[in-house]
């Protein structure tokens, strides 16, 4: 079956098309109805044979010089523009998000692939380092040294279900992985297969203008664990990116550690990035406080890593006044379309929780208006119930947040140290909130791979200082990101060459610096425009 | 009981010295005999105490400047040669290495501990990263985005048996470790004690003329697996740095990879270090390499991570010539005293253990002299065989070493395919053989750390450009070096600020670049002494 947007349900097994096999279907959340065409489940040899393909792919994508990666990402982004409003058309109608949102998404989507372009051309992957034979140093000369940075192998992408475009098919785990010189299998997630198929074209697409050996890239979906299972146990897959649920994660992480060869797993997992609103702030602006963090706590119905699910304060007149304001703002709050029937169903059962769990609910957003709605909820609780309290601590992913009201300074330094690892911490504050602030930083860079002020944790900026990442169970490796250049180098491992003859040097590290790129030479960077002292 | 070496036997926890307890002594190998003092073997209470002192040094620690860690480290190198031939003949006596080598090992040792601390006084630790605010973008503006790196958090070390200063209380992981920034608990080898005591109250010494709080650093003894395992288990031990056996470092791993809150291993653990005769280079000079390659072998009695026990050449005259002067020179070699009884009786059964798998001895060397000598032992296969029996790839350590007989060029290929992941690989090679080495290097890349030409695997550059790690089994993180300047990567986490006020900034991103860093800024790397245009 082919729909008019060239969505057949077929998985993308390098240049082969797999329209045979056990199917699913993806479903309209806001109508809690399935939605044509049929996807084929990918199954064991599905994996075989994609894994075998990008094995096979790897030695010469590898070796491809950057400028010409670089160009293939140019070329997936073009690519994807190209789909046009087919594209937001079906994601929408596989996630109940708005056009809007993922019009945005896509620029994002798109401004990453070329940013990793860009950064890759000027050298970012290989990283060069060279330190200068010493043929006359006693007691023994040094050798000539140089090294740089390769990727890995072929890596498995795990889709992320609540961003159909920035953390699927080509986002950022897959243009890291493409930009380092791996292969990627992309496992679509189930809630949005025709979105992955789309993309997953337009990957083809770009990839055939550059004339790259099909196993550079193969989508496979499906709905079962064992697929994913299956992925990561692959011998030939070497590292693993995904976002999603912490039990997903720790599954994979599992069976990677469990391998004969253990791998890599980039996993990004659970995060409430707590805010904390400092008490100056808090007296100086409670009411635009709560109205910011209202409108952060609701947007695309809460469904993000980084939405702020704790906020903590000291009690008194500003809190006081802070929650009356967001208490009103989430009453007021329409509900909204979750992404699945399942993550309506966890987020009924997270909010359930809360309540359980001794927090108080102080507000809800309105009515339900369809099958899979979220209405997004704020609740508060002592600080001593948070602290003698494990399951207040358990991120509930939707719109949901739970206010903790510590009786003074000391009480919130010891909330902050209480926290697990988290994506970010927040902290509102002005002059006067300057001492304490500082008492809660070095606490907060322990816990968290970004820490804001005066703003909110949700929106990712797409650059070479972000790091969307951070300890356990935010992420299960603290030493990475996910967004960001510096993503890149997940995928990468360095190799040094001694004494290797010029003729057989790989050009990032060749005498006379033919790529042009910065290098380090004998410990100091010399610019790609720089003359270096050759060798 | 105190030596007048200033050996005690005592536990270095923090400040306090454990001196009671049930105790182990060194051995002498060379005797077979017993040395004194006794050492305390430390228990699951003492691994909770250092861990306690780490995790409170731990947020002084990272946050001194780097020109303070880095007198630190400087100071430890002079505190260790401050030590005299004390150092060298505890060494000696516990080890079996000769003097000379030990001389210039704790060479190398110092000269590592200054190379890290000149790197990470010129910003290499820290890696900061600025993206300018662009407030006027639309559709939404970019926020502030300043990025460094911190330590991970205090880190186990595991001293290894075959380098008792450079591997060792002081050596390559400890070394990076607290370059980081990060709090180190030693486990020191129970074959060097008294030379790990030595080194500890050194480090000591350095700690207190920095004034630095006393959990930076504690050394714990024993010989018990559950040492290693509490230690690695501990709740406050953030990442691990291992060199030993394959077993050895698997098990750690697997605890690792088990903890509530799992933490990367930096395991260094199995090489047999292929080295590749190409056909021109054995044909022109087959004599002289079987000089150098058998010198390489037995050098400290075979006891190199990087020992070359794996040689691949083409049948035909050229090997033959290169067999009957290896065979030669492996008959005329000493038998020369291993590290440890243990060490020894694995020697003999891994021997025997070739014997037993196909390999048919060409030569032995000297007969035994002392009660834990090696006698170099040299192997000949078909690579027929050693394509079908996966013993003939387990590392023998020690000086034996298997030479495979290739019947072509394609076979030759075929071996370097079927090798397991190495720290190193090495060409023998002659302008003639290029292109034959041309098609190895691709499959080495993807094998090994550091591919060396016409050299030998042993001796380790400590320098910015060296990987001294590759894929598993030779280290089970191949993203990474246990040696140069790039291994400090290891034990550093990035975090990223987001609009913070500039009086609460740490100083690697503050404006004005306060402590002249080079920092990459909007993308671009700015050395320290350009004028940064300033935010």
Known sequence: MIEATGITGALLIGSREVTEGPAFRAVDPARGAEIEPAFVEAGPADVAEAAALAAQAFPFYRATAPAARAAF???????????????????????????????????????????????????????PRLDSPLPERTPLPRADL?????????????????????????????????????????????????????????????????????????????TSHELGGALVGDPRVAAVGFTGSRAGGLAL?????????????????????????????????????????????????????????LVIAIEGEGLARFLAGAGAAVEAAPAATMLTPGIAGAYGKGVAALAEAGATEIARGGAETGPNACRPALFVAEAASFLAEPALSHEVFGASSLVIRCRDAAEMVQVARAVEGQLTATLHLDVADHPLAAQLLPVLEEKAGRILANGWPTGVEVCHAMVHGGPFPATSDPRSTSVGTLAIRRFLRPVCYQDLPEALLPAAVKGGNPLRLPRLLDGKMIAATETEAEK
């Open 146 to 222: 140089r090294l740089r940075h390769i990727g890995i192998g072929p890596v498995a992408v795990f889709g992320a279900s609540n961003f159909p475009l920035a953390f699927s098919v080509a986002g950022g785990d897959t243009a890291s992985a493409l930009a380092a010189g791996c292969p990627v299998i992309v496992k679509g997630h189930p809630a949005h297969p025709g979105t992955s198929e789309l993309v997953g074209r337009a990957i083809r697409a770009a990839m055939a203008k550059a004339g790259l050996p099909e196993g550079v890239f193969s989508l496979l979906t499906g």
């Open 253 to 309: 992480c599992r069976i990677a550690a469990a391998r004969p060869v253990p791998i890599p797993v980039y996993a990004e997992m659970s995060s409430i990035n707590p805010v904390f609103l400092l008490p100056a702030a808090l007296e100086s602006r409670a009411e635009a406080l709560a109205a910011g963090f209202v409108g952060s706590l609701t947007l695309g119905a809460g469904q993000f890593c980084t939405n702020p699910g």
């Open 73 to 127: 990402l140019d070329g997936i982004a073009t690519e994807i523009e190209a789909l046009g409003d087919a594209l937001i058309e079906r994601a929408a109608r596989e996630t109940g998000l708005p056009a809007a949102r993922l019009q945005g998404e896509r620029a994002r989507t798109c401004g990453q692939l070329r940013l990793f372009a860009s950064w890759i051309r000027d050298g970012g992957a290989d990283e």
